[in-house]
């Protein structure tokens, strides 16, 4: 959704932005939002990606192996062009949900975002290990990061999170979603960008064709 306020002469607005901390590709492309026109505000919110594949009955990349080990040289060879810090933790995929819910913790703002996926994939520490966690507590300034990834109350707003995403039509993340049209991947900011600047680009006949198409031939399961 897009909220718009008026700062003095600026309209600044503001972009809800679903991710996963196991998710490398938002890590890449959260690294490109110092690029992103001032007048953008992205709102962060953290969900877990593996409620999406289970609500969309999907596979998640790491799941088929081949798949896996393309998506991983493709992680190392983008970040490598783009410049960007990045190493992988020593385990992956991991349990994601001590970073998601230290994050909420925190207060879920995009610099808490960056403390941690800096640490995960930067620094490349195991953040679902006792250490990770610790680590990450203290650079957030959590005083006790066992308890608080314990806390039913973290627990409950990462579910109506994941939920709230899921109403949203949200199945892979990253994920923009700007009145009510979602930009899926880590490659999709500058589809997001033209949308904002030419809300119509949707409303072409071909753009309408494609977007309300029936129904191929699909598969028996």
Known sequence: MINDQILGT??????????????????LQMAQFSDLPS??????????FGGLLANWGQLGPAEIPPKRQFVYRLFQWKADKLGI???MPSSHP???????????????KMSHVRIIYDLIYGEGIQPDSL????????????????????????????????????????FGVPTFVVNGELFWGGDAT?????????????ETSEMKRISEMPMGKTRKK
């Open 10 to 27: 600026q309209t600044m607005t503001e972009i809800k932005w679903y991710f996963d901390f196991i998710s490398p590709f938002a890590y």
């Open 39 to 48: 007048e953008i505000k992205i709102k962060p919110v953290p969900i877990v």
């Open 85 to 87: 810090p990045f190493k």
């Open 94 to 108: 991991y349990n994601p949900l001590p970073s998601l819910r230290l994050c909420i913790a925190a207060g879920s």
């Open 131 to 170: 250490e990770g966690i610790d680590v990450m507590g203290k650079r957030l300034g959590i005083e006790k990061p066992a308890e608080a990834v314990k806390s039913h109350d973290f627990k409950e707003i990462l579910k109506r999170n994941t939920e709230n995403a899921v109403n949203d039509g949200v």
């Open 190 to 202: 500058d589809m997001m960008l033209d949308f904002l600047h030419n809300p119509k680009l949707f």
